[in-house]
């Protein structure tokens, strides 16, 4: 593992913290409702079973620890590029839920543009891999999720097996954050991290 455990914890905390900003917004919009049932029968924090920013901060970590053994780890991010996108990606999460009950096409399209925007202002040709990771296994999870009745989605915006079909370009933004994040984990030539 090359995250030292000051960073996993760090990485970890952030990624739970943005995922329970997200997830309010889009109970408190109606985006998504949670069901009584055995995953939801846990501590809530916020509007989120405490799984919920658990699973995220673990996703973080992960694909930040990925992005590590990926090749050409960038040594010029900043903190400053960091912090650009964790709010990046948190007001893309937001603006999905302000938008759930707007047609699909014009919603799932500004959100797309919002991460490429992320992508090419903070992301590499390493972080599309991680990028893609997230843009694939999270609606998967996310579906599974729907499937077993934990959760719903708003019927004006579960047209994705179930899930919003803005979740891929929001997973992807969140990917291509991390890689970033992971980035700025990294060891410098002395030693040293940039974070953490």
Known sequence: MKLRMPQVVFLFLLGAAASLVGDHAHVVTGTTVYFETALTAVPFVWSSPIWFPT??????????????????????????????GVAAVVGIYVTTALVHTAPPVPGTVLVVAMS?????????????????????????????????????????????????????????????????????????????????
């Open 116 to 196: 490429v925007i992320t992508w090419c202002a903070l992301g590499d040709k390493q972080s599309l891999v991680c990028g893609m990771l997230a843009a694939i296994l999270g609606p998967v999870v996310e579906i599974v999720l729907v499937e077993v009745g934990v959760f719903a989605y708003h019927a004006d915006s579960d047209g994705l097996f179930g899930v919003g079909p803005f979740l891929p370009p929001l997973y992807f933004a969140f990917g291509v954050v991390v890689a970033l994040l992971g980035e700025l984990c990294a060891e410098t030539a002395d030693g040293a991290t940039r974070l953490g």
């Open 55 to 84: 699973m995220v901060g673990v996703a973080t970590v992960t694909l930040a620890e990925i992005r590590l053994h990926l090749p050409g780890v960038r040594t010029g991010v900043t903190a400053r590029q960091g912090l650009a």
